[in-house]
Structures are given as structure tokens and as C-alpha cells.
């Protein structure tokens, strides 16, 4: 079993392609195939290439803020979090910016759900701009 601490950046690739050689796994053929909906698949398996981002709250105001927004690296599950007084695009951006862009670097993907403050131009303008693609979730699942 590996361990915890192990940093293998193309896990999912070295997994994939040994997978393709292995014996017994081409004897056991498609396994993985059932008859269900296929689910979206996330293609993205680099580390802080794709990050989830939602809003906590509304909570009890503390220091002027009531919302905290939070991104998740998807791979490496590394979590990134600011309090804002509102939930709105000036604060997402300023957060992408600030907190994400230049500490880990431009992502390939960001995941949210609807909402009106990561749906609307600021937003959709300063992805586009750095070339990261925007993929909407459902509201509570991201």
C-alpha cells in the first residue's frame, strides 16, 4: 500500500498505462463497464490543474465578514478559504487572483455551481483571459 505522504504527480497515467499491458487485466476485460448513465468525466490529473470553489454562509458577521469562499484542489485536496463581507464577483475574482493564479498557478478548469457570483462577466472574462475553462455543477454538489 502506498503511503500517504507519497507525491506522484502522474498517478493516474502511470495507473492507466499499466493497466493497457497488464495480462490479467486485458484477460479480465471491461469491468469497469456497466449499464448505468455515464457520469462526466474529469480529464484533469494534474496537481492544482482543477479546483472546486463555493461559498460558505451567510454567517453571523465577525470583522465585517459573513460569507467564506473556499476552492478545493481536486487531486491533491489542498483547500484555499477567505472571508468576505459578500458573496459577490469583485470578491471571487480578487480571490482567484490573489489566492489561486499566482500561488499554484493558472488551473486548467474551475468547477462552481450557478450561482450569480461565479456566472456573470467579471468572472467569465478574467477566466478567458488566463484561459481557464469554467464547468458548472449542480448547487450542492459540486
Given at each position: ?7 506522484w504527480?502522474?498517478?493516474f ?9 497488464c495480462?490479467e487485466c486485458?484477460r479480465?476485460g ?6 448505468k ?6 480529464q ?14 451567510p454567517f ?6 459573513k460569507?467564506?469562499l473556499v476552492?478545493v484542489?481536486?487531486v ?7 472571508a ?16 489561486i493564479f499566482t500561488?499554484?498557478?493558472?488551473p486548467?478548469a ?9 456566472c456573470?462577466?467579471?468572472f467569465a472574462r478574467?477566466?478567458?483571459k ?6 458548472v455543477?449542480t448547487?450542492?454538489?459540486?
Amino acid at each position: 500500500m502506498l503511503e500517504p505522504v507519497l507525491y506522484w504527480p502522474t498517478l493516474f497515467k502511470d495507473a492507466h498505462a499499466w493497466v493497457k499491458i497488464c495480462d490479467e487485466c486485458q484477460r479480465t476485460g471491461n469491468i469497469s463497464r456497466r449499464h448505468k448513465i455515464p457520469m462526466t468525466t474529469i480529464q484533469e490529473v494534474e496537481v492544482f490543474d482543477l479546483w472546486g470553489i463555493d461559498f460558505m454562509g451567510p454567517f453571523v458577521t465577525s470583522y465585517g465578514n459573513k460569507y467564506i469562499l473556499v476552492a478545493v484542489d481536486y487531486v491533491s485536496k489542498w483547500v484555499e478559504a477567505v472571508a468576505l463581507p459578500t458573496n459577490d464577483a469583485k470578491g471571487v475574482t480578487g480571490f482567484l487572483k490573489k489566492n489561486i493564479f499566482t500561488r499554484f498557478g493558472t488551473p486548467r478548469a474551475i468547477i462552481s455551481d450557478g450561482g450569480t457570483h461565479f456566472c456573470n462577466r467579471a468572472f467569465a472574462r478574467l477566466l478567458e483571459k488566463y484561459g481557464v475553462r469554467h464547468k458548472v455543477t449542480t448547487s450542492y454538489h459540486p
